[in-house]
């Protein structure tokens, strides 16, 4: 039997990559009476049926699941933002963080568009994040800067681009490898698009090993399938806190001796932070008075 990874999936037939081909796969009907739903970037071992096309047989265990877009075995999600044009600020950093550290995967934070930065606030910025303990990288797709450094990080891994509309996700992806030809565009020009495009999350292989997925942009709405208690640990410096308060079910907002709030005022959590994590915490206990 042959072992390859899923790459793409479509009209009921899966794309799987070995070394050196594709093969388009059905699944045995068994696995359809079990309802299990094979993923982009599931392995799987098939058999040949004729010249070009496969049948999978066998599925083997996921070691994670990412669920926007719906990958298997994702390593790291690189959440990439523009420096301007759409500018960057904390909150809308935080709103992508929280939706990525959901998924317990690695994640790194790229600024692109270096270009046409202020770097006095950009800096501040970074630094807040490194604080934390993120890993930041800045970029320049269009001056080819970090590009080489990114390239090294996503070598041999399964990682998914994520980050807002026109932060130049795909335009990153370019300069990484030319041959993906990914489709790029004005801010200005993707207004009204997108939304009913239904695209497909697909593994485009990196010819130094290793694969991407370029997701579309996308805008909050709500956070409503985030706990109040899962918010907390998407946010790590208030979940090392945490712990110290009073209450064990304190959300750090009017509760006493609350050890978050106290960390708010000695500075060792930054108030843009916290300001984020309230936000979103209301959003949430909207969205719960809303059912
Ligand atoms: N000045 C500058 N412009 C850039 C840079 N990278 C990308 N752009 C421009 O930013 C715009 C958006 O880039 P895209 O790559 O389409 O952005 P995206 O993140 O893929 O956007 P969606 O697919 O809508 O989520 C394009 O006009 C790019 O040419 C950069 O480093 N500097
Ligand atoms: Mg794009
Ligand atoms: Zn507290």
Known sequence: ????????????????????KVTMC?????????????????????????EDKGVIEEIMPRQSMLRRPMVANVDQVIL???????????????RFLVLAEL??????????????ANT???S??????????????????????????????LSDH?????????????TILNAIEPGLKLNTGEVSEK???????????????????????????FSFTEFNDVSEMELIECFPEIAKISPACKFSTCLHLKEPQCAVKQAVHDGVITQQRYDSYIEILTAIKEAKKGF
């Open 26 to 50: 059905t699944l045995r009907g068994r696995f359809k009476k079990e309802r299990f739903s094979l993923l982009v970037g599931d392995e799987v071992k098939f058999t040949m049926l004729g």
């Open 191 to 217: 207004i009204g698009r997108g939304k009913h495009t239904t695209r497909f999350a697909e593994l485009l292989p990196l010819s130094g090993g290793g694969f991407v997925v370029d997701t579309p942009g």
């Open 80 to 94: 990439t933002f523009a420096a301007v044009n759409p500018d960057i600020n904390t909150v809308l950093v935080d």
């Open 120 to 122: 006095d606030e950009l």
């Open 124 to 153: 501040s910025l970074i630094s807040l994040y490194r604080n934390i303990g993120y890993q930041v990288i800045t970029l320049s797709a269009k001056h080819n800067v970090g590009i080489n450094e990114l390239k090294g990080l």
């Open 1 to 20: 039997m042959l072992q390859g990874v899923i790459v793409k999936s479509y009209n009921s037939y899966y794309y799987v990559q070995t070394s050196n």
């Open 158 to 170: 399964i990682s998914v681009f994520s980050g807002p509309s026109g932060a130049g996700k795909s």
């Open 103 to 116: 998924s317990r995967l690695k994640i790194i934070i790229g600024i692109n568009k270096l270009d046409l």
